[in-house]
């Protein structure tokens, strides 16, 4: 049996086009590789579309506590990339709500405008030293991780900190 090679997209349904197209362009940097009044079609890079938007003008507002897809998650290259992300979404009045260390990520969670949950990260571990930590007590002791202050971490990062300081998690909150 073969597993899949990548995640190729996510389609989401919206009764509110023109601000989430909107949003989820700005939030990714992205364009339109093909979009209408009932679809937009957004990349980033090389794929033909990331996000797939869907215009469905009468559809109900989701309760908060319905069954579903929690968040999903974009990775950044480099913490530089991460953190310059952090600081253009802020720049533009949308924050993130939760700024986490997982251990074997940093990250920031963002809504958009329909309320999907999205995370930003940056692997602050290679994928064998995050899956002996992910095996490891202090994971084990709390496998959300430990909230962080992003300011305070870019200007640590800013003033020369390291990379491996700025992300450690036995020191981070």
Same mark, same amino acid.
């Given at each position: 049996?073969?597993?899949?090679?990548?995640?190729?997209?996510?389609?989401? !349904?919206?009764?509110?086009?023109?601000?989430?197209?909107?949003?989820? !362009?700005?939030?990714?940097?992205?364009?339109?590789? =093909?979009?209408?009044?009932?679809?937009?079609?957004?990349?980033?890079?090389?794929?033909? =579309?990331?996000?797939?938007?869907?215009?469905?003008?009468?559809?109900?507002?989701?309760?908060?506590?319905?069954?579903?897809?929690?968040?999903?998650?974009?990775?950044?290259?480099?913490?530089?990339?991460?953190?310059?992300?952090?600081?253009?979404?802020?720049? !533009?009045?949308?924050?993130?709500?939760?700024?986490?260390? =997982?251990?074997?990520?940093?990250?920031?969670?963002?809504?958009?405008?329909?309320?999907?949950?999205?995370?930003?990260?940056?692997?602050?571990?290679?994928?064998?030293?995050?899956?002996?930590?992910?095996?490891?007590?202090?994971?084990?002791?709390?496998?959300?991780?430990?909230?962080?202050?992003?300011?305070?971490?870019?200007?640590?990062?800013?003033?020369?900190?390291?990379?491996?300081?700025?992300?450690?998690?036995?020191?981070?909150?």
């Amino acid at each position: 049996m073969s597993s899949p090679v990548k995640l190729a997209h996510i389609v989401l !349904k919206t009764s509110q086009f023109t601000e989430m197209v909107s949003w989820w !362009k700005e939030f990714l940097e992205g364009e339109a590789r =093909h979009e209408n009044d009932f679809i937009s079609f957004i990349s980033y890079d090389d794929e033909h =579309h990331r996000i797939a938007i869907v215009n469905f003008p009468n559809l109900e507002e989701r309760a908060a506590n319905a069954r579903g897809l929690e968040h999903f998650a974009f990775t950044y290259d480099t913490l530089d990339d991460l953190f310059a992300q952090y600081e253009r979404m802020k720049a !533009k009045g949308c924050a993130p709500y939760w700024m986490i260390n =997982h251990g074997m990520t940093l990250s920031a969670y963002y809504r958009d405008p329909d309320g999907n949950q999205v995370e930003t990260q940056f692997d602050a571990m290679t994928m064998d030293e995050a899956d002996a930590f992910m095996a490891g007590p202090l994971f084990a002791a709390n496998p959300i991780g430990v909230n962080v202050d992003f300011d305070d971490l870019v200007s640590r990062y800013r003033k020369g900190e390291s990379v491996v300081s700025v992300t450690d998690y036995a020191t981070a909150g």
